[in-house]
Protein backbone atom coordinates (compact mmCIF):
# COMPACT_ATOMS: atom_id res chain seq x y z
CA UNK A 1 0.00 0.00 0.00
CA UNK A 2 1.31 3.47 -1.24
CA UNK A 3 1.61 6.23 0.95
CA UNK A 4 -1.58 7.67 -1.52
CA UNK A 5 -3.61 4.49 -0.49
CA UNK A 6 -3.21 4.75 2.83
CA UNK A 7 -3.93 7.91 3.30
CA UNK A 8 -7.07 8.31 1.66
CA UNK A 9 -8.01 4.47 3.58
CA UNK A 10 -6.98 6.61 6.85
CA UNK A 11 -9.28 9.35 6.32
CA UNK A 12 -12.04 7.46 5.42
CA UNK A 13 -11.74 5.64 8.16
CA UNK A 14 -11.51 8.57 10.55
CA UNK A 15 -14.49 9.95 8.46
CA UNK A 16 -16.78 6.81 9.29
CA UNK A 17 -15.73 6.87 13.10
CA UNK A 18 -16.61 10.68 13.06
CA UNK A 19 -20.23 10.28 11.54
CA UNK A 20 -21.53 7.51 13.15
CA UNK A 21 -20.02 7.21 16.81
CA UNK A 22 -21.18 10.87 16.46
CA UNK A 23 -24.22 10.72 15.70
CA UNK A 24 -25.03 7.39 17.95
CA UNK A 25 -23.55 9.26 20.63
CA UNK A 26 -24.33 12.60 20.10
CA UNK A 27 -27.67 12.42 21.30
CA UNK A 28 -26.06 11.42 25.03
CA UNK A 29 -23.12 13.90 24.20
CA UNK A 30 -25.44 16.58 24.25
CA UNK A 31 -27.70 15.62 27.01
CA UNK A 32 -24.28 15.29 29.04
CA UNK A 33 -23.15 18.54 27.98
CA UNK A 34 -26.48 20.72 28.10
CA UNK A 35 -26.78 19.82 31.76
CA UNK A 36 -23.11 20.09 32.73
CA UNK A 37 -23.67 23.23 31.70
CA UNK A 38 -26.61 24.10 33.80
CA UNK A 39 -24.57 22.74 36.69
CA UNK A 40 -22.13 25.15 36.70
CA UNK A 41 -24.68 27.20 38.41
CA UNK A 42 -26.15 24.03 40.09
CA UNK A 43 -25.99 25.99 43.42
CA UNK A 44 -27.97 29.19 42.14
CA UNK A 45 -30.50 26.63 40.45
CA UNK A 46 -30.71 25.23 43.95
CA UNK A 47 -31.14 28.56 45.52
CA UNK A 48 -33.63 29.18 42.89
CA UNK A 49 -35.79 26.42 43.93
CA UNK A 50 -35.97 26.91 47.10
CA UNK A 51 -37.39 29.99 47.39
CA UNK A 52 -38.36 30.25 51.43
CA UNK A 53 -34.92 29.76 52.29
CA UNK A 54 -33.48 33.52 52.26
CA UNK A 55 -31.39 33.37 55.02
CA UNK A 56 -29.49 36.87 56.90
CA UNK A 57 -25.32 36.84 56.30
CA UNK A 58 -24.57 34.84 59.94
CA UNK A 59 -21.59 34.65 61.45
CA UNK A 60 -19.90 30.82 61.60
CA UNK A 61 -20.06 30.79 65.41
CA UNK A 62 -23.49 31.58 65.72
CA UNK A 63 -24.84 29.18 62.42
CA UNK A 64 -22.86 26.56 64.01
CA UNK A 65 -24.14 27.67 67.40
CA UNK A 66 -27.67 26.51 65.79
CA UNK A 67 -26.99 23.99 64.23
CA UNK A 68 -25.57 21.88 66.91
CA UNK A 69 -28.43 22.91 69.28
CA UNK A 70 -30.89 21.28 66.65
CA UNK A 71 -29.04 18.45 66.07
CA UNK A 72 -28.86 17.59 69.81
CA UNK A 73 -32.38 17.93 69.84
CA UNK A 74 -33.83 16.42 66.29
CA UNK A 75 -31.12 13.06 66.43
CA UNK A 76 -29.07 12.95 69.71
CA UNK A 77 -28.52 9.02 69.26
CA UNK A 78 -27.95 9.22 65.66
CA UNK A 79 -24.63 7.93 64.22
CA UNK A 80 -23.63 10.67 62.31
CA UNK A 81 -24.27 14.43 61.76
CA UNK A 82 -23.09 16.43 59.21
CA UNK A 83 -23.56 20.40 59.01
CA UNK A 84 -23.47 22.25 55.66
CA UNK A 85 -22.54 25.69 56.61
CA UNK A 86 -23.60 28.89 54.91
CA UNK A 87 -21.66 29.92 51.95
CA UNK A 88 -21.14 32.82 49.04
CA UNK A 89 -23.02 30.30 46.48
CA UNK A 90 -25.27 28.74 49.21
CA UNK A 91 -26.40 31.10 51.84
CA UNK A 92 -28.07 28.45 53.83
CA UNK A 93 -27.61 26.29 56.89
CA UNK A 94 -28.09 22.56 56.00
CA UNK A 95 -28.40 19.67 59.19
CA UNK A 96 -28.28 16.24 57.98
CA UNK A 97 -28.08 13.13 59.97
CA UNK A 98 -28.27 9.66 59.86
CA UNK A 99 -29.08 6.65 61.95
CA UNK A 100 -28.57 2.92 60.24
CA UNK A 101 -29.70 3.32 56.56
CA UNK A 102 -31.88 6.38 57.23
CA UNK A 103 -30.88 9.91 56.35
CA UNK A 104 -32.81 13.24 56.98
CA UNK A 105 -32.21 16.54 56.02
CA UNK A 106 -33.30 20.16 56.97
CA UNK A 107 -32.92 23.53 56.61
CA UNK A 108 -32.28 25.70 59.45
CA UNK A 109 -32.61 29.89 60.25
CA UNK A 110 -28.58 30.19 60.83
CA UNK A 111 -29.63 32.84 62.59
CA UNK A 112 -32.59 31.96 65.16
CA UNK A 113 -32.12 27.99 64.56
CA UNK A 114 -35.52 27.74 63.90
CA UNK A 115 -36.89 24.90 60.49
CA UNK A 116 -37.29 26.33 57.20
CA UNK A 117 -40.51 24.65 55.80
CA UNK A 118 -39.33 24.56 52.33
CA UNK A 119 -40.76 22.42 49.65
CA UNK A 120 -39.03 19.59 48.90
CA UNK A 121 -36.86 19.61 46.04
CA UNK A 122 -33.67 17.93 44.28
CA UNK A 123 -32.91 21.72 43.38
CA UNK A 124 -29.37 22.03 40.61
CA UNK A 125 -28.22 18.49 42.44
CA UNK A 126 -30.59 16.34 40.14
CA UNK A 127 -29.38 18.11 36.83
CA UNK A 128 -25.45 17.52 37.92
CA UNK A 129 -26.44 14.13 39.14
CA UNK A 130 -28.26 13.62 35.89
CA UNK A 131 -25.28 15.38 34.05
CA UNK A 132 -22.76 12.33 34.93
CA UNK A 133 -24.68 9.59 35.86
CA UNK A 134 -28.01 10.11 33.92
CA UNK A 135 -30.13 9.04 37.14
CA UNK A 136 -29.13 5.32 36.74
CA UNK A 137 -26.68 4.60 39.13
CA UNK A 138 -23.34 2.82 38.05
CA UNK A 139 -24.97 1.67 34.55
CA UNK A 140 -25.41 5.32 34.31
CA UNK A 141 -21.51 6.27 34.70
CA UNK A 142 -20.24 3.24 32.57
CA UNK A 143 -22.20 4.64 29.85
CA UNK A 144 -21.22 8.30 30.74
CA UNK A 145 -17.46 7.18 31.22
CA UNK A 146 -18.36 5.53 27.64
CA UNK A 147 -19.68 8.62 25.47
CA UNK A 148 -16.34 10.45 27.10
CA UNK A 149 -14.22 7.73 25.37
CA UNK A 150 -15.93 8.36 22.08
CA UNK A 151 -16.15 11.93 22.44
CA UNK A 152 -12.11 12.60 22.96
CA UNK A 153 -12.19 9.73 19.61
CA UNK A 154 -14.48 11.98 17.74
CA UNK A 155 -12.43 14.78 18.24
CA UNK A 156 -9.18 13.48 17.01
CA UNK A 157 -11.26 11.86 14.40
CA UNK A 158 -12.58 15.19 13.42
CA UNK A 159 -9.03 17.19 13.84
CA UNK A 160 -7.98 14.19 11.36
CA UNK A 161 -10.55 14.72 8.34
CA UNK A 162 -11.06 18.63 9.00
CA UNK A 163 -7.40 19.67 8.99
CA UNK A 164 -8.11 22.43 6.50
CA UNK A 165 -10.11 23.99 8.92
CA UNK A 166 -8.00 25.45 11.56
CA UNK A 167 -6.88 27.71 8.51
CA UNK A 168 -9.80 28.72 7.28
CA UNK A 169 -11.06 29.55 11.17
CA UNK A 170 -8.18 32.07 11.41
CA UNK A 171 -8.93 33.59 8.14
CA UNK A 172 -12.25 34.13 9.21
CA UNK A 173 -13.42 32.32 6.12
CA UNK A 174 -16.86 31.24 7.71
CA UNK A 175 -20.16 29.48 5.87
CA UNK A 176 -23.58 29.86 6.78
CA UNK A 177 -24.07 26.08 6.60
CA UNK A 178 -24.31 23.39 9.23
CA UNK A 179 -20.86 22.01 8.30
CA UNK A 180 -18.97 25.08 8.82
CA UNK A 181 -21.38 26.06 12.29
CA UNK A 182 -20.02 22.99 13.27
CA UNK A 183 -16.46 22.41 12.53
CA UNK A 184 -15.99 26.56 13.54
CA UNK A 185 -17.51 26.02 16.48
CA UNK A 186 -15.48 22.87 17.67
CA UNK A 187 -12.51 24.47 16.99
CA UNK A 188 -13.55 27.78 18.84
CA UNK A 189 -14.08 25.20 22.04
CA UNK A 190 -12.04 22.41 20.89
CA UNK A 191 -9.25 23.03 24.56
CA UNK A 192 -12.77 23.48 26.12
CA UNK A 193 -13.86 20.05 25.24
CA UNK A 194 -10.80 18.31 25.60
CA UNK A 195 -10.75 19.69 29.07
CA UNK A 196 -13.77 19.03 30.57
CA UNK A 197 -14.29 15.64 28.38
CA UNK A 198 -10.94 13.89 29.59
CA UNK A 199 -11.16 15.34 33.05
CA UNK A 200 -14.88 14.09 33.28
CA UNK A 201 -13.96 10.88 32.17
CA UNK A 202 -10.89 10.25 35.29
CA UNK A 203 -14.30 11.36 37.71
CA UNK A 204 -16.29 9.04 36.57
CA UNK A 205 -13.77 6.19 36.35
CA UNK A 206 -12.72 7.13 39.74
CA UNK A 207 -16.24 6.42 40.92
CA UNK A 208 -16.68 2.91 38.96
CA UNK A 209 -13.30 1.39 39.98
CA UNK A 210 -14.10 1.51 43.92
CA UNK A 211 -10.58 0.17 44.47
CA UNK A 212 -8.71 3.51 43.47
CA UNK A 213 -10.70 5.64 46.12
CA UNK A 214 -9.92 2.86 48.60
CA UNK A 215 -6.15 3.48 48.24
CA UNK A 216 -5.91 7.31 48.03
CA UNK A 217 -8.56 7.80 50.85
CA UNK A 218 -9.73 4.52 52.69
CA UNK A 219 -13.24 4.05 53.74
CA UNK A 220 -12.73 2.91 57.52
CA UNK A 221 -9.88 3.16 60.05
CA UNK A 222 -8.85 -0.15 58.75
CA UNK A 223 -8.30 1.43 55.70
CA UNK A 224 -4.79 0.11 53.99
CA UNK A 225 -1.24 2.20 54.98
CA UNK A 226 -1.39 3.55 52.06
CA UNK A 227 -3.71 5.59 51.94
CA UNK A 228 -3.30 9.48 51.27
CA UNK A 229 -5.94 10.58 53.77
CA UNK A 230 -5.22 10.87 57.26
CA UNK A 231 -8.32 9.26 58.76
CA UNK A 232 -9.16 10.42 62.16
CA UNK A 233 -12.34 8.22 62.83
CA UNK A 234 -12.92 6.08 65.26
CA UNK A 235 -15.06 2.75 66.20
CA UNK A 236 -17.82 3.47 68.42
CA UNK A 237 -17.32 2.72 72.16
CA UNK A 238 -20.98 2.21 73.18
CA UNK A 239 -19.74 4.46 76.05
CA UNK A 240 -21.98 7.61 76.59
CA UNK A 241 -19.71 11.18 76.02
CA UNK A 242 -21.12 14.37 76.36
CA UNK A 243 -20.37 16.46 73.24
CA UNK A 244 -18.77 19.33 73.32
CA UNK A 245 -20.13 22.36 71.95
CA UNK A 246 -19.47 22.28 68.48
CA UNK A 247 -19.15 26.65 68.20
CA UNK A 248 -16.10 26.07 71.01
CA UNK A 249 -13.87 23.91 68.42
CA UNK A 250 -14.62 26.57 65.44
CA UNK A 251 -11.25 28.62 66.50
CA UNK A 252 -9.15 25.82 66.98
CA UNK A 253 -10.49 24.64 63.96
CA UNK A 254 -9.90 27.93 62.16
CA UNK A 255 -6.35 28.13 63.68
CA UNK A 256 -5.38 25.36 61.44
CA UNK A 257 -7.89 25.59 58.28
CA UNK A 258 -8.01 29.54 58.00
CA UNK A 259 -10.83 32.19 59.19
CA UNK A 260 -14.01 32.12 57.42
CA UNK A 261 -13.10 28.85 54.86
CA UNK A 262 -15.12 26.04 57.03
CA UNK A 263 -17.66 24.74 54.66
CA UNK A 264 -19.13 21.29 56.39
CA UNK A 265 -18.44 19.69 59.90
CA UNK A 266 -18.97 16.02 60.38
CA UNK A 267 -19.46 14.43 63.58
CA UNK A 268 -19.30 10.85 63.94
CA UNK A 269 -20.94 8.85 66.93
CA UNK A 270 -22.43 12.06 68.86
CA UNK A 271 -23.16 11.51 72.59
CA UNK A 272 -20.30 8.17 72.55
CA UNK A 273 -17.16 8.44 74.28
CA UNK A 274 -15.46 8.38 70.73
CA UNK A 275 -17.16 10.62 68.89
CA UNK A 276 -14.65 12.47 66.65
CA UNK A 277 -15.78 15.97 65.41
CA UNK A 278 -13.90 16.88 61.59
CA UNK A 279 -14.19 20.23 60.27
CA UNK A 280 -13.82 20.58 56.63
CA UNK A 281 -12.27 23.63 54.69
CA UNK A 282 -13.72 25.49 51.43
CA UNK A 283 -12.32 23.93 48.17
CA UNK A 284 -13.39 27.45 46.24
CA UNK A 285 -10.26 29.20 45.98
CA UNK A 286 -8.38 26.51 45.10
CA UNK A 287 -7.80 24.62 42.22
CA UNK A 288 -6.96 21.28 44.12
CA UNK A 289 -10.56 20.32 44.98
CA UNK A 290 -9.76 18.31 48.00
CA UNK A 291 -11.09 19.90 51.61
CA UNK A 292 -8.05 20.24 54.30
CA UNK A 293 -9.72 18.78 57.56
CA UNK A 294 -8.76 18.96 61.35
CA UNK A 295 -10.23 16.60 63.69
CA UNK A 296 -11.14 16.65 67.43
CA UNK A 297 -12.02 14.60 70.09
CA UNK A 298 -15.68 15.36 70.40
CA UNK A 299 -15.74 15.02 74.46
CA UNK A 300 -12.22 16.11 75.43
CA UNK A 301 -12.13 18.68 72.76
CA UNK A 302 -8.29 17.59 72.03
CA UNK A 303 -7.23 18.06 68.44
CA UNK A 304 -6.70 14.47 66.99
CA UNK A 305 -4.63 15.59 63.71
CA UNK A 306 -5.03 17.74 60.49
CA UNK A 307 -4.07 17.30 57.06
CA UNK A 308 -3.62 20.18 54.69
CA UNK A 309 -1.36 18.75 52.59
CA UNK A 310 -1.61 15.66 50.08
CA UNK A 311 0.73 13.56 48.02
CA UNK A 312 1.36 14.16 44.61
CA UNK A 313 -1.33 11.49 43.78
CA UNK A 314 -4.10 13.00 45.42
CA UNK A 315 -2.67 16.41 44.32
CA UNK A 316 -2.85 15.34 40.51
CA UNK A 317 -6.05 13.61 41.04
CA UNK A 318 -7.96 16.51 42.21
CA UNK A 319 -6.74 19.29 40.24
CA UNK A 320 -8.72 17.30 37.38
CA UNK A 321 -11.99 17.20 39.46
CA UNK A 322 -10.93 21.31 40.52
CA UNK A 323 -10.99 21.58 36.81
CA UNK A 324 -13.57 19.73 35.90
CA UNK A 325 -16.07 21.84 38.48
CA UNK A 326 -14.68 24.79 38.18
CA UNK A 327 -15.19 26.06 41.62
CA UNK A 328 -11.99 27.45 42.24
CA UNK A 329 -12.42 30.74 39.83
CA UNK A 330 -15.55 32.50 41.20
CA UNK A 331 -18.42 33.71 38.83
CA UNK A 332 -15.87 34.71 36.31
CA UNK A 333 -14.59 31.16 35.57
CA UNK A 334 -18.35 29.72 36.43
CA UNK A 335 -19.61 32.20 33.53
CA UNK A 336 -16.36 31.46 31.17
CA UNK A 337 -17.31 27.79 31.15
CA UNK A 338 -21.28 28.42 30.98
CA UNK A 339 -20.69 30.11 27.79
CA UNK A 340 -17.97 27.70 26.26
CA UNK A 341 -20.63 24.48 27.74
CA UNK A 342 -23.40 26.33 25.68
CA UNK A 343 -21.10 26.95 22.83
CA UNK A 344 -19.88 22.89 22.86
CA UNK A 345 -23.82 22.56 22.80
CA UNK A 346 -24.16 24.41 19.48
CA UNK A 347 -21.36 22.30 18.19
CA UNK A 348 -22.43 18.92 18.90
CA UNK A 349 -26.37 20.15 17.97
CA UNK A 350 -24.87 21.23 14.56
CA UNK A 351 -23.16 18.27 13.85
CA UNK A 352 -26.42 15.88 14.04
CA UNK A 353 -28.57 18.31 11.95
CA UNK A 354 -26.02 18.02 9.28
CA UNK A 355 -26.19 14.40 9.49
CA UNK A 356 -29.59 14.61 8.34
CA UNK A 357 -29.32 17.98 5.86
CA UNK A 358 -26.37 16.36 3.89
CA UNK A 359 -28.18 12.75 3.84
CA UNK A 360 -32.06 14.35 3.28
CA UNK A 361 -32.48 13.43 -0.36
CA UNK A 362 -30.33 10.65 -0.52
CA UNK A 363 -32.36 8.73 2.13
CA UNK A 364 -35.54 10.16 -0.05
CA UNK A 365 -34.77 7.85 -3.05
CA UNK A 366 -33.97 4.86 -0.76
CA UNK A 367 -35.69 1.77 0.30
CA UNK A 368 -38.81 2.36 3.31
CA UNK A 369 -36.51 0.56 6.14
CA UNK A 370 -33.89 3.21 4.30
CA UNK A 371 -36.60 6.35 4.96
CA UNK A 372 -37.64 4.66 8.69
CA UNK A 373 -34.34 4.89 10.09
CA UNK A 374 -33.57 8.35 8.56
CA UNK A 375 -37.51 9.84 10.12
CA UNK A 376 -36.06 7.96 13.63
CA UNK A 377 -33.01 9.85 13.37
CA UNK A 378 -34.30 12.88 12.90
CA UNK A 379 -36.76 12.53 15.06
CA UNK A 380 -33.82 11.22 17.86
CA UNK A 381 -31.93 14.66 16.88
CA UNK A 382 -34.90 17.22 17.99
CA UNK A 383 -35.61 15.09 21.21
CA UNK A 384 -32.36 14.88 22.59
CA UNK A 385 -31.56 18.27 21.46
CA UNK A 386 -34.81 20.62 21.85
CA UNK A 387 -36.60 17.76 23.71
CA UNK A 388 -33.91 18.06 27.02
CA UNK A 389 -34.19 21.82 26.95
CA UNK A 390 -37.92 21.72 27.14
CA UNK A 391 -37.71 19.01 29.97
CA UNK A 392 -35.03 21.27 32.47
CA UNK A 393 -37.54 23.86 31.79
CA UNK A 394 -40.06 21.69 32.96
CA UNK A 395 -38.55 20.53 35.75
CA UNK A 396 -38.34 24.26 36.98
CA UNK A 397 -41.76 24.99 36.45
CA UNK A 398 -42.67 22.14 38.18
CA UNK A 399 -41.07 23.64 41.30
CA UNK A 400 -43.44 26.19 40.91
CA UNK A 401 -46.62 25.00 40.08
CA UNK A 402 -46.84 21.34 42.15
CA UNK A 403 -48.16 22.17 45.88
CA UNK A 404 -45.72 22.46 48.05
CA UNK A 405 -47.37 20.05 50.43
CA UNK A 406 -47.28 17.01 47.83
CA UNK A 407 -45.93 13.86 49.63
CA UNK A 408 -42.69 13.00 47.48
CA UNK A 409 -42.38 16.32 45.70
CA UNK A 410 -38.72 16.14 44.83
CA UNK A 411 -39.57 12.86 43.14
CA UNK A 412 -42.52 14.68 41.65
CA UNK A 413 -40.31 17.13 39.89
CA UNK A 414 -37.98 14.77 38.46
CA UNK A 415 -41.20 12.26 37.29
CA UNK A 416 -42.23 15.81 35.09
CA UNK A 417 -38.72 15.61 33.49
CA UNK A 418 -38.72 12.71 32.29
CA UNK A 419 -42.67 12.73 31.37
CA UNK A 420 -41.93 16.10 29.34
CA UNK A 421 -39.22 14.47 27.66
CA UNK A 422 -40.98 11.48 26.83
CA UNK A 423 -43.58 13.65 25.49
CA UNK A 424 -41.09 15.40 23.15
CA UNK A 425 -39.75 12.09 21.78
CA UNK A 426 -43.89 11.13 20.99
CA UNK A 427 -43.84 15.22 18.95
CA UNK A 428 -41.06 14.42 17.48
CA UNK A 429 -41.70 11.33 15.90
CA UNK A 430 -45.50 12.39 14.92
CA UNK A 431 -44.88 15.60 13.53
CA UNK A 432 -42.75 16.48 10.18
CA UNK A 433 -38.67 16.91 10.98
CA UNK A 434 -39.02 20.57 10.45
CA UNK A 435 -41.98 21.74 12.03
CA UNK A 436 -41.24 19.44 15.15
CA UNK A 437 -37.98 21.60 14.71
CA UNK A 438 -40.09 25.10 15.51
CA UNK A 439 -42.67 23.83 17.82
CA UNK A 440 -40.58 22.43 20.08
CA UNK A 441 -37.85 25.65 20.37
CA UNK A 442 -40.90 27.87 20.77
CA UNK A 443 -41.99 25.40 23.28
CA UNK A 444 -38.85 25.60 25.55
CA UNK A 445 -38.40 29.48 24.51
CA UNK A 446 -41.75 29.79 26.14
CA UNK A 447 -40.80 27.86 28.54
CA UNK A 448 -37.66 29.83 29.09
CA UNK A 449 -38.68 33.35 28.73
CA UNK A 450 -41.67 32.74 31.25
CA UNK A 451 -40.02 31.57 33.80
CA UNK A 452 -39.30 34.82 35.78
CA UNK A 453 -43.00 35.77 35.47
CA UNK A 454 -44.07 32.52 36.93
CA UNK A 455 -41.34 33.29 39.94
CA UNK A 456 -42.98 36.47 40.05
CA UNK A 457 -46.64 35.08 40.35
CA UNK A 458 -46.00 32.45 42.87
CA UNK A 459 -43.35 33.56 45.09
CA UNK A 460 -42.13 36.29 46.50
CA UNK A 461 -38.52 36.10 45.32
CA UNK A 462 -39.45 37.51 41.56
CA UNK A 463 -37.16 39.16 40.04
CA UNK A 464 -37.78 43.08 41.17
CA UNK A 465 -37.59 41.90 44.49
CA UNK A 466 -34.75 40.04 43.89
CA UNK A 467 -32.61 42.52 42.60
CA UNK A 468 -33.69 45.17 45.11
CA UNK A 469 -32.41 42.73 48.01
CA UNK A 470 -29.28 42.26 45.94
CA UNK A 471 -29.97 38.62 45.49
CA UNK A 472 -28.03 37.91 42.45
CA UNK A 473 -28.27 34.39 42.63
CA UNK A 474 -32.31 34.41 42.26
CA UNK A 475 -32.32 37.36 39.50
CA UNK A 476 -29.55 35.79 38.10
CA UNK A 477 -31.54 32.51 37.27
CA UNK A 478 -34.64 34.70 35.79
CA UNK A 479 -32.56 36.91 33.92
CA UNK A 480 -30.15 33.71 32.28
CA UNK A 481 -33.52 32.21 31.12
CA UNK A 482 -34.67 35.01 29.63
CA UNK A 483 -31.72 35.26 27.36
CA UNK A 484 -31.35 31.71 26.89
CA UNK A 485 -35.12 32.06 25.69
CA UNK A 486 -34.39 34.91 23.21
CA UNK A 487 -31.88 32.96 21.40
CA UNK A 488 -33.99 29.59 21.40
CA UNK A 489 -37.01 31.98 20.16
CA UNK A 490 -34.73 33.80 17.50
CA UNK A 491 -33.77 30.22 16.76
CA UNK A 492 -37.01 29.00 15.99
CA UNK A 493 -37.54 31.78 13.91
CA UNK A 494 -35.21 31.18 11.94
CA UNK A 495 -36.08 27.28 11.14
CA UNK A 496 -39.86 28.74 10.43
CA UNK A 497 -38.80 30.66 7.61
CA UNK A 498 -36.61 27.91 6.45
CA UNK A 499 -39.96 26.07 7.15
CA UNK A 500 -42.15 28.20 4.86
CA UNK A 501 -39.84 28.45 1.98
CA UNK A 502 -39.48 24.54 1.85
CA UNK A 503 -43.32 24.44 1.75
CA UNK A 504 -43.18 27.37 -1.31
CA UNK A 505 -40.91 25.35 -3.19
CA UNK A 506 -42.70 21.83 -2.49
CA UNK A 507 -45.68 23.90 -3.72
CA UNK A 508 -44.26 25.22 -6.86
CA UNK A 509 -42.38 22.02 -7.84
CA UNK A 510 -45.94 20.26 -7.37
CA UNK A 511 -47.22 22.72 -9.62
CA UNK A 512 -44.73 22.99 -12.21
CA UNK A 513 -44.98 19.16 -12.33
CA UNK A 514 -48.85 18.98 -12.24
Known amino acids: MNQSTFTRTFTRAMSELHTWGGLVFGWLLFVIFFTGTLAVFSAEITHWMQPAVRPAQTEPAQAIAAADKKLRQLAP ?36 GTLLKS ?16 HSGKSGLWLVSFASVVMLAALVSGIAIRTQVFT ?14 HTLTGVLTLPFVVLITYTGLTVTLFMVQPAIPQVLYGSSWKSPATVAANNYERPRANLPGELVPLARLLPLAEEELGKGKISFI ?4 PGDRQAVVTFFRTVDDTIVAMSSRAAFDGV ?33 LAWLYFTAGLVSCAMIAAGLVF ?42 WANRLLPSTLSGRADAEITV ?28 AGLCMGLPVLNAL ?34 AWQVALKQQRAEQCRSVSNTVNS
Request: one cysteine or more.
Open 300 to 332: TGEMLGSQTTWNKYVKFYRTLVGLHIARFGGYP
Open 266 to 269: RVSN
Open 355 to 396: FTVKRRCRYARSSAAAQMMYRAIEALNTTAVTGIIIACGAYL
Open 168 to 181: EFFRLRWRKNWLSA
Open 458 to 491: TTKVGLLPAIARRDWMTAGVDLTAVVLGLLLAIT
Open 77 to 112: KADLWMIAMPQERSPGLEIIWKKGLATLEKQLDPQS
Open 119 to 134: PETEGGHFLAHFHFQL
Open 417 to 444: FFGIWLLMLLHAFLRPPLRAWTEQLGIA
